[in-house]
């Protein structure tokens, strides 16, 4: 596993993070990483995020499987009250 060294953090940053790590319960390098993790995504995560793209925009480009057009909200009230 690697090591991460962050020189010249500036104060008012530090702060924040050392009061964040705290209310978590976390040292402020188990913090740094919780935030890297949820922040920064790995070259797997982007893939998966590409796949799940490439399927949304088929299901997009698919055609509905119903017939057109549908009917107006109107007639679908009125439907209903003749029940």
Do not use: C, H
């Not at 919780?34 to 893939?47: A, F, G, H």
């Amino acid at each position: 596993m690697a090591t991460l060294y962050v020189e010249n953090v500036p104060d008012e940053l530090y702060e924040a993070l050392r009061k964040r790590a705290r209310s978590q319960k976390r040292s402020i390098a188990a913090e740094v990483i919780t935030l890297l993790e949820q922040n920064v995504p790995t070259e797997r995560e982007l893939r998966e995020r590409r796949a799940w793209i490439r399927r949304l925009q088929k299901l997009r480009d698919t055609p509905s499987p119903s017939p057109g057009p549908f009917p107006t909200t109107e007639e679908m009230l009125r439907e209903d009250r003749e029940r």
